[in-house]
């Protein structure tokens, strides 16, 4: 399938805008085309927003949804109780986007069915599990998937009763596995339905779950759908894959430095989404990215609500001018490890990062000096007190703290002869801020300033004046 030629493309729609997906019926997916202009593309859909909250746990609050009452052995009251909320809000759900009688019909049979089943498999595996040879927490991951493919079946399969419904020839292409027999790789899955599928012809609507040997969960957790997203574009010679957000790639939120003052991207590199990722903006999973750097396929973002506009090319290629393209922030701890004796001692780093990998804490940077290290982390404060208890053990001689501080990062391609640095350091101080920290590696592209919490979005919009706008001043003047 890889050597096919590229006239296709394959086309992503996350979980919020699915939620719209009536609207972008009209605009994006049909829009003004007709005939043979409705196909040569392929979309790849999330569940409907907020249906994978429910089937797994709140992302950002950690409210159980089904998978985690299960997990958590709360009572088969509460996750039985979490099934059928999932199944009305699925059904409230398809019963926004969908007009006719009939297909609203089709869909809550559909998801009835699915649910029915998930809900006999839990009931199951519960009985086994009784029993002393067998143990729930070896099932887990297993269940986490099952579940998670719920959602995106249910989406992918109104999708394509919605668009069969205004004449398009729409496939549904369901990934999931539901009842398969057999145990096969991603791409074994993927090549597999995608078989007898022309997409010059027709319009295939793809879950974005895929059930496979390797566990998309066990290693992408909930970035699965990029990376089935990227593989489906890699393994079918896609001209050019696209993901529809609901927003465009800016050079900052509009929202704190202001929609005059914001510039869409229009183009940038891997490089930059790569780092735009590590800072918890992520334009595509890094390693969906790395699937599509090596496979040749450039990376296209728009705003599905605006389907004239080109949006953001992601590629290779260098920039024509160097430039800071985002400046973005995060909020993060300092975790912060002084010990005297650690002057010319091997081995501190190494405990320090088994035991944050162990907790499951994300690294984003770190700074160290001869008797100090210091770790910016993306964790909660209740993790994080595990892991100084785990430090203190280790190192009882050692001072461990930890601090509330954000960083905000410039970024862009070729940084090394803009002065990003100490032209950031001197706006901060011109807009009476401080920093803590700075920090520039040696590959340029980005710069890291560590700032108080409090005085993140303030920073952020100094930053972007002196560093984006100021630098788009500086050229026209040049010019």
Known sequence: MA???????????????????????????????????????????????????????????????????????????????ALDRVQHEMIAAHEAVLDHPGDIERATEFVRDRLIGARNCLIDLQRLCSYGHFRLSEHLLQIRELLSGLGEAHS??????????AGVNARFVDLSGWRDEGNVTLDQRITGAMEAVDPMSELPIVTGY??????????????????????????????EAIIHKEFHLSSADPNLVGE???????????????QLSNLGMEAI????AKTLRQSGVPLRVTNAFEPKDPGT???????????VEIVTGLDLFALEVFEQDMVGVKGYDASIIEILTRHNV??????????????????????????????????????????AISMVAAVGRDLDTLAVLSRGLNALADNGLEAIGATQGPRPVDVQFIVERDVMKPAIKALHGALVEGQEQAMRQAA
Not at 159 to 164: G, V
Not at 213 to 221: N, P, S
Not at 373 to 380: G, N, P
Request: hydrophobic residues 40%.
């Open 156 to 165: 992918a399969f109104v999708t394509s009763l919605m668009l069969q419904r």
């Open 3 to 81: 050597d096919a030629p590229k006239h296709h493309t394959v086309e992503k729609i996350g979980g919020t805008s699915m939620s719209r997906v009536n609207e972008l019926r009209d605009s994006l997916i049909i829009g003004d085309r007709k005939g043979a202009d409705l196909y040569g593309r392929i979309f790849v859909v999330s569940a409907f927003g907020g249906i994978t909250n429910l089937l797994l746990e709140h992302k950002k609050t950690g409210e159980a949804g089904v998978y985690a009452a299960f997990a958590g052995g709360d009572g088969d009251h509460e996750w039985h109780a």
């Open 362 to 403: 994300r690294i984003v940077s770190k700074v160290s000096n001869a008797n100090t290290i210091t770790h910016y982390v993306d964790s909660s404060m209740k993790v994080l007190r595990r892991v100084e208890k785990d430090l203190a053990a280790k190192y009882p001689a050692a001072d461990i703290t930890s601090r």
């Open 313 to 323: 090319l992601i590629d290779d290629q260098p920039a024509a001018e160097p430039a």
């Open 285 to 288: 999973h890094p390693k969906a």
């Open 260 to 274: 005059d003052a914001v510039r869409k991207l229009g183009r940038t590199n891997y490089d930059v989404a790569d």
């Open 210 to 239: 895929a059930q496979c040997a390797e566990g998309l969960m066990r290693e992408f957790d909930r970035g699965y759908s990029e990376v089935t997203f990227s593989r489906l574009a890699a393994l079918t010679g896609a001209r």
